[in-house]
């Protein structure tokens, strides 16, 4: 499988100001992430909110700063660029919203919503970009008819598909699409998600596809990146990662997704507690306050990688070299 962008050791660290007396507090919102991105596939990442997956989008379109690491494309490391550099790249690596609404600009225009980035880009002559515009807004299911509106004249679910037309465009690569169904209607999610599927035949799009839907992520990804306060502790083919999830969060989460394994509802496994702050996080594998298999050795250090099979990774130490089986 061909890798379309590479990210590597990629941390994302804020600092926040306690007030005068007291210094600074760090938050790992990523820390030490690494995983591939396969050409023509969409990756889910899902965990619980605040854990750090919006950051990881943010963070590779260079639109919040890395703290370390890289994230290879197309020959380029992108957190080393610049405004200018990453301007030059910014029409193969988009971003759907979550907020449909907020993120068009209720003064303007389908037509001139559609048409910024053409602009921006200097993309098609002028007179060719009605033409390229009609032809996207036929392909998300909106027409010509609908080019002098206004986006408060649109239900939620064709505002989202006007974000969608707007990403694609200039025919990207890659887009990082975040929680881009969790605003609407359940009846109107599946409609966009379907709408994004044949967009990415029909373009050639690969997505970075944040939920915290586990029922979504089963019915439109290949693979899933599980993560924890700012970590990937789990990443499989989705298929692997719902018939054999390893990792105890993973297999939390997915215990709580009602449709998925009814046959198995008595082993439902409850979260318990809160997520702790990413200010202040546990020690070791940071999952430690909240597993029931937990031991001196998880709070004492952070689990690496176990591979299960080329595409089925876990940070756990019930599967590390040596460790008790256990129940698995
Ligand atoms: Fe639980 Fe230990 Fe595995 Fe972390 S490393 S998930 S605490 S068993
Ligand atoms: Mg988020």
Redesign the pocket.
Same mark, same amino acid.
Not at 8 to 26: A, D, H, R, S, W
Not at 60 to 67: K, M, W
Not at 105 to 132: A, C, F, G, S, W
Not at 181 to 194: E, G, P
């Given at each position: 499988q061909e890798i379309i962008l590479s990210v590597k050791n990629l941390k994302t660290y804020y600092e926040i100001k306690q007030g005068m007396f007291k210094p600074n507090k760090v938050i790992k919102a990523v820390d030490d992430v690494s995983f591939d991105v396969y050409k023509g596939e969409t990756l889910a990442l899902v965990g619980e $909110?605040g854990c750090g997956? $919006?950051t990881i989008g943010r963070t590779i379109l260079n639109l919040t700063q890395a703290t370390s690491g890289e994230v290879l494309f197309n020959d380029k490391d992108l957190t080393t660029l610049n405004f200018n550099e990453m301007r030059s790249l910014r029409h193969r690596l988009q971003m759907i919203f979550q907020d449909p609404y907020a993120s068009l600009n209720p003064k303007k225009t389908i037509l001139q919503i559609v048409m910024e980035p053409l602009k921006v880009h200097d993309k098609y002559k002028p007179q060719e970009r009605l033409q390229k515009i009609i032809e996207i807004l036929e392909i998300v299911g909106l027409s010509e008819y609908h080019l002098e509106r206004y986006p408060h004249e649109f239900s939620g679910g064709q505002r989202q598909r006007i974000g969608i037309a707007r990403a694609v465009i200039l025919h990207p690569d890659f887009i990082v699409a975040?929680?881009p169904v969790s605003a609407l209607d359940v009846s109107v999610q599946s409609q966009v998600i379907n709408l994004m599927l044949d967009v990415q035949k029909q373009l050639g799009l690969t997505y970075l596809f944040?939920s915290h839907d586990l029922s979504v992520v089963q019915h439109m990804t290949d693979r899933v990146a599980v993560m924890y306060l700012g970590r990937i502790v789990e990443i499989a083919t989705t298929e692997e990662l719902f018939d054999n999830p390893k990792h105890p969060y993973t297999k939390a989460l997915l215990s709580a997704v009602p449709i998925s394994h009814p046959q198995e509802k008595s082993n439902r496994i409850l979260l318990t507690g809160d997520v702790p702050s990413p200010a202040n996080p546990p020690t070791g594998c940071t999952f430690h306050p909240r597993c029931e298999f937990a031991t001196e050795l998880c709070q004492q250090q952070s689990p690496s990688a176990t591979h299960f099979s080329a595409s089925h990774q876990v940070h756990c130490h019930l599967y590390q070299e040596g460790a008790n089986e256990l129940c698995y």
């Amino acid at each position: 499988q061909e890798i379309i962008l590479s990210v590597k050791n990629l941390k994302t660290y804020y600092e926040i100001k306690q007030g005068m007396f007291k210094p600074n507090k760090v938050i790992k919102a990523v820390d030490d992430v690494s995983f591939d991105v396969y050409k023509g596939e969409t990756l889910a990442l899902v965990g619980e $909110s605040g854990c750090g997956k $919006s950051t990881i989008g943010r963070t590779i379109l260079n639109l919040t700063q890395a703290t370390s690491g890289e994230v290879l494309f197309n020959d380029k490391d992108l957190t080393t660029l610049n405004f200018n550099e990453m301007r030059s790249l910014r029409h193969r690596l988009q971003m759907i919203f979550q907020d449909p609404y907020a993120s068009l600009n209720p003064k303007k225009t389908i037509l001139q919503i559609v048409m910024e980035p053409l602009k921006v880009h200097d993309k098609y002559k002028p007179q060719e970009r009605l033409q390229k515009i009609i032809e996207i807004l036929e392909i998300v299911g909106l027409s010509e008819y609908h080019l002098e509106r206004y986006p408060h004249e649109f239900s939620g679910g064709q505002r989202q598909r006007i974000g969608i037309a707007r990403a694609v465009i200039l025919h990207p690569d890659f887009i990082v699409a975040d929680e881009p169904v969790s605003a609407l209607d359940v009846s109107v999610q599946s409609q966009v998600i379907n709408l994004m599927l044949d967009v990415q035949k029909q373009l050639g799009l690969t997505y970075l596809f944040i939920s915290h839907d586990l029922s979504v992520v089963q019915h439109m990804t290949d693979r899933v990146a599980v993560m924890y306060l700012g970590r990937i502790v789990e990443i499989a083919t989705t298929e692997e990662l719902f018939d054999n999830p390893k990792h105890p969060y993973t297999k939390a989460l997915l215990s709580a997704v009602p449709i998925s394994h009814p046959q198995e509802k008595s082993n439902r496994i409850l979260l318990t507690g809160d997520v702790p702050s990413p200010a202040n996080p546990p020690t070791g594998c940071t999952f430690h306050p909240r597993c029931e298999f937990a031991t001196e050795l998880c709070q004492q250090q952070s689990p690496s990688a176990t591979h299960f099979s080329a595409s089925h990774q876990v940070h756990c130490h019930l599967y590390q070299e040596g460790a008790n089986e256990l129940c698995y």
